[in-house]
């Protein structure tokens, strides 16, 4: 497994997505790029946040459900997670908790994305973004998010 590198997949036919402003992305200057897994199971959701993540210059695995999230987690071991937390079959939360009982896996951090907030769960999440969020929303998040994990 592998991560895409920036510009290289996902492009959506029309160019930028609608809303897109490159001065809203924050500038990651000299910093590292970071590894992102992105796990939504909404089709336009994924791909236009993925790729906007993408023309940062990040790089970006993206999981359609929680089983591929933790199949890319264990095998490529990301800087972040960004997790949703309602899908079929096994949910964002389920599938966090598999991740924190991980040798492997338990020392990354997950963000929960969701519009549905479980508060029960929220210690084994390491940040909660509200859907709906555009994606200059979560890059930002994300961005301080990692910076402040730095210092």
Request: aromatic letters at 8%; one cysteine or more.
């Amino acid at each position: 497994m592998s991560y895409a590198q920036p510009g290289e997949a996902d492009r959506p036919p029309s160019g930028r997505p609608p809303g897109w402003s490159s001065k809203l992305v924050p500038d990651a200057g000299a910093r590292r790029r970071p590894r992102v897994l992105l796990v939504e199971d909404g089709d336009d959701a994924r791909e236009i946040h993925a790729w906007c993540m993408r023309a940062t210059g990040w790089y970006v695995q993206a999981a359609s459900n929680a089983l591929d999230a933790i199949e890319h987690a264990v095998a490529s071991v990301p800087d972040v997670i960004v997790m949703d937390l309602r899908m079929p079959a096994l949910s964002g939360i389920e599938a966090t908790r598999l991740l924190k009982n991980n040798a492997r896996t338990e020392h990354i951090p997950v963000i929960a994305w969701t519009a549905f907030w479980e508060g029960d769960d929220a210690a084994m999440f390491d940040g909660l973004v509200q859907k709906p969020c555009e994606p200059e929303e979560l890059i930002a998040y994300i961005e301080r998010f990692l910076v402040e994990r730095e210092s």
